[in-house]
């Protein structure tokens, strides 16, 4: 079997960064304080198991951490508040967020102090998403899609801006800045906010599915990067997978093609992709 793999595929700056600081931990940790991520450290579970069975543990509540413990924040970065709450119970916190969420984070607080309203292109559940949304002191509207904010139709009279989550669509987004221009009858503050990580990996992902007749996309299905590899894919008419590991290859599906693409989600390892690279290679 011919594959097509991605260059682009596999750990982000970001990602790479945050492990790098729980690896530095550990190896600090001689008194074997306790060690905890504030939530999943990124989104793949099979590192998370990983780096359970050394001993981290896991706390989205401050007040169930142990006294004495270093917290690492995730690379999606947590609201302002959880800050608050970590600083007042005296905890040794280490900061892991990736550099282009506090980037986006202090766009954001920068537009919202001056009284606007934040238009924000994400998941409203997404970890990353709530954390950006405690900058928005004016109040914001969070929509996944150019449907959503036309059904909310946002009133021309309002003060906007309009950022995105780091890891979503980048014509999607160019899209909603052009309808919100029209609808609003003017031009309103849009941060730059989505990686440029993201959008080498979509426009790679696109590329590669214009030039195969099957695509399997890698990563955690809690990954919102990863999905939206899969999204970009499917929308070129090619079938697509969203695999975890190679166990989950739907390899019956796959018989008969002469080319399959590859990409994985920026939290993906690269064993994980070789393995599943491997098995393609046998098809």
């Known amino acids: 079997m011919d594959v097509l793999r991605a260059k682009t595929a596999g750990f982000c700056m970001g990602v790479d960064l945050a492990l790098r600081k729980l690896d530095q931990l550990l190896a600090e940790n001689a008194s074997g304080a306790p060690l905890y991520t504030f939530g999943p450290l990124i989104h793949n579970p099979q590192v998370l198991e ?8 896991r706390s989205e509540e401050p ?10 924040i995730r690379a999606h970065g947590i609201p302002r508040q959880m800050d608050e709450r970590l600083a007042a119970r005296g905890l040794t916190v280490a900061d892991a967020t990736c550099p282009k969420v506090k980037k986006a984070q202090k766009l954001i607080a920068r537009e919202a102090d001056q009284g ?5 292109y994400g998941e409203e559940a997404h970890p990353e998403v709530r954390g950006l949304l405690s900058h928005a002191s004016h109040g914001a509207i969070v929509f996944d899609s ?15 801006f309009l950022a995105a989550q780091t890891t979503q669509d980048e014509a999607e987004f160019e899209r909603i800045r052009d309808y919100l221009f029209a609808l609003l009858g003017r031009e309103i503050p849009v941060l730059h906010t989505i990686c440029d990580a993201t959008q080498k990996r979509q426009e790679e992902a696109i590329a590669i599915a214009k030039q195969v007749d099957f695509m399997v996309v890698v990563g955690g ?3 919102g990067n990863t999905r ?8 070129q008419g090619v079938p697509c997978a969203h695999v975890e590991t190679e166990a989950e290859l739907p390899l019956e599906n796959m018989r008969g093609k002469t080319r399959i693409g590859l990409t994985a989600g920026a939290s993906t390892p690269k064993n994980i992709i070789d393995s599943v690279e491997a098995i393609l290679r046998t098809l």
Request: charged share 30%.
């Open 116 to 120: 606007k309203i934040l238009l924000l």
């Open 63 to 72: 007040e169930a951490i142990a006294p004495g413990a270093t917290v690492l």
């Open 146 to 160: 150019l449907e959503e904010i036309q059904a909310y139709a946002p009133d021309p009279a309002d003060a906007y």
């Open 50 to 57: 990983e780096y359970a069975s050394k001993g981290v543990r």
């Open 228 to 235: 939206r590899l899969a999204k970009v894919a499917e929308a």
């Open 221 to 223: 299905r809690d990954s």
